[in-house]
């Protein structure tokens, strides 16, 4: 199964590439699937791939969510960026 998670565009870089970061750590992702990407946008990754952007205020909402659920279930919240690739 997998968990989407938003992750903020850090950076933009040649070949449709962007760095991303999602609870302080950073992955390196491709934009093929989308256009229009800028930094400090929001994107969903699935497997090494953005493919699709997602509003400032919802990602937000969602990664609090992510957070809460992992206090609550005594996690650390770096089980937020395991699938980002």
Partial sequence: MCLAVPA??????????ATVEVG????KVSLALID???VGDYVI???GHAIT????DE???SLALF??????L??????LHTGVS
Avoid at 67 to 72: I, K, S, Y
């Fill in 8 to 17: 903020r565009v850090e950076a933009l870089h040649d070949f449709d590439q």
């Fill in 24 to 27: 302080g750590v950073q992955s």
């Fill in 36 to 38: 229009g990407v800028e």
């Fill in 45 to 47: 990754v699935h497997v």
């Fill in 53 to 56: 952007r997602m509003d400032v």
């Fill in 59 to 61: 990602a937000e909402k």
């Fill in 67 to 72: 957070r809460e659920l992992a206090e609550t």
């Fill in 74 to 79: 005594g996690e650390s919240t770096d089980a």
